[in-house]
């Protein structure tokens, strides 16, 4: 049974729209609906909510998240790297096969806090904020280090940060564009044989965890580091070490050793 909350965002996500609302109750059925994110307790019906009440970011169409989001949260298998329009380099393949993979695992694992990160990055601000502790105090130094000047962030507890994530400045007009330009426009949710090419959201996400990867450096137009002129996420840095933006991803953003820090 659903809790009060619940069953109330419910009935208002489905008077808002008719057509979601097997969507929905399907998702409530499976339990998704109503998980909470370990970072602000919000629900992935809450942010549902969010996303039409809210204003989206200039360029973007509130209903078109809203169902990219229904989309991927009903089939985590719409996640995709895809894409139908080619960078500025004339590549026709996307090199962000680590954050998509790193994607697909939140949004099967952690639907919530994958909602949460769709509902900033769509915002007009372009953003979303993690909080995470960094016990160890020689990696509580090398965070801060490697932050600096990449990223916002604060000290808000003894080693514990609150890191703003941002994609790009090419992220946007660059979803803008794939999304415009998408294989199919129908919502199938997985069922085409034929997958779709990526949805605004899953640029701006691919984008920011890239860009987080590469502490700042990602380039979406052109799907390459700014520095290197390379596509992807390294695993090894150039002295055969791991590479220090590759395991931020799996520390700062698979981990649920979350802060709910207010």
Known sequence: MLEVGTSALL???GRRDKDALPVLS???ETGVLQTRSPEDDTSVARSLL????EPRHDGFDGEHVYWGLLERLYNPATNTQRINVPFATGAWEAGTCVSAARVFVLISKHPAEYARMIV???????????TRAYPQPVLFEQKRAWLRGAFAFAEIDERVLRITVRPDDQAVPRAILEQTARLYEEYD???????NSRHLIDVMLQSALTNYAL??????AADI?????????PFLDALGRPDFGYESLNHDILTQRRMAVV
């Not at 949710?189 to 997958?195: A, E, P, S, T």
């Not at 502490?215 to 979406?220: D, L």
């Open 50 to 53: 969010r996303i039409l009440d």
């Open 120 to 130: 900033g990055l769509t915002s007009p601000d372009a953003s979303f904020t993690i």
């Open 11 to 13: 009935a208002e996500l």
């Open 225 to 233: 580091c700014r520095g290197t002129g390379r596509s992807g996420v």
């Open 26 to 28: 399907a998702l409530a």
């Open 215 to 220: 502490r700042g450096a990602y380039a979406s």
């Open 189 to 195: 949710f997985g069922l085409r044989n034929d997958k």
